[in-house]
């Protein structure tokens, strides 16, 4: 079967974003490795959904309905997972991330939204390896 003739439409509102958002962390609680983690760590899943649609409707739209600190809350939360986090969990996120947006999207603000995700995982992964103690420096994904 020719999958290339689903239609898929154009990321144009806040809507779609949200669709987008909440497709994605479908894929991603049900991750044998990312879902427990992010399980473990959020436990109002209705307001995170609409904390990250304001995120992508600032970077998309322009808006400015998102005033949190994205940089702070992952290095807390490799802290909270003992600096566990490596280039890996980023990796498998922007799997599902591109794959969410492939599946339903296309077009200029679709691309976007891929584009930033992929810059922004790089600048994330070394804000977090940055603020870790000394000792733990050597987590990265070399076999153990
Ligand atoms: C390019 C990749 C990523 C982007 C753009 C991104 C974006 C964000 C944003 C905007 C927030 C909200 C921060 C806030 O204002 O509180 C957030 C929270 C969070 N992210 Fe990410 N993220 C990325 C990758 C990841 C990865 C790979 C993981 C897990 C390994 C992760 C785990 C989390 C968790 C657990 C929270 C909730 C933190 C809390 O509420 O305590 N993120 N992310």
New binding site residues.
């Given amino acids: 079967m020719n999958t290339d003739t689903a239609i898929r439409k154009q990321v144009l509102t806040r809507q779609d974003l949200f669709f987008i958002v909440d497709a994605f962390y479908k894929e991603v609680r049900k991750d044998e490795v990312?879902g427990p983690?992010?399980n473990a760590?959020?436990h109002d899943w209705e307001q995170?959904l609409e904390?990250?649609t304001d995120?992508w409707s600032n970077q998309i739209f322009d808006t400015r309905v998102?005033k949190?600190?994205?940089m702070?809350?992952?290095v807390?939360?490799d802290k909270?997972?003992h600096y566990s986090?490596t280039p890996t969990?980023?990796g498998?996120?922007?799997f599902y991330?591109l794959n969410t947006i492939n599946t339903y999207y296309e077009g200029a603000n679709a691309e976007l939204l891929k584009e930033?995700?992929?810059k922004?995982?790089t600048v994330?992964y070394l804000k977090i390896f940055e603020h870790r103690p000394q000792k733990s420096h050597n987590k990265l994904d070399e076999p153990s």
């Fill in positions: 990312l983690m992010f760590t959020i995170h904390k990250i995120f998102y949190g600190h994205p702070e809350a992952h807390e939360f909270k997972m986090i969990h980023f498998t996120w922007l991330w930033r995700a992929r922004m995982q994330l």
